[in-house]
């Protein structure tokens, strides 16, 4: 059983940058690929970042390309989701998810645990 807790959301102006974090219980972190998605009210929930186990791979939204970045510290069983030039359309609640099957993939029937979601709000 792997626990997942995010943390870092909150309230920011368009332009902003917040840096979202996500603990893992266990010791088995660094065979998990990890990755972020995002839902907002009355959508889908929807990818946004993933990260090899290693750290050496990493796969973005075309949404977010350029202003994300998805890393992870395998010492503090932690990955993280730095998130620049922050604009409206990003205000979801974010969730981390790991992904037992290491397959680095897009798809969220594919991640084996989720995170609680932290709520990330852009002003405009």
């Known amino acids: 059983q792997v626990q997942l807790v995010e943390s870092g959301g909150g309230l920011v102006q368009a332009g902003g940058s917040l840096r979202l974090s996500c603990a893992a219980s266990?010791?088995?972190?660094?065979?998990?690929?990890m990755g972020w998605f995002r839902q907002a009210p009355g959508k889908e929930r929807e990818f946004v970042a993933t990260i090899s186990l290693s750290g050496s791979t990493t796969y973005y939204a075309d949404s977010v390309k350029g202003r994300f970045t998805i890393s992870r510290d395998n010492a503090k069983n932690t990955v993280y989701l730095q998130m620049n030039s922050l604009k409206p359309e990003d205000t979801s609640v974010y969730y981390c998810a790991a992904d037992t099957g290491a397959l680095l993939t897009t798809s969220r029937i594919e991640y084996d645990y989720w995170g609680q979601g932290t709520q990330v709000t852009v002003s405009s």
């Open positions: 266990g010791r088995t972190f660094s065979t998990y690929a």
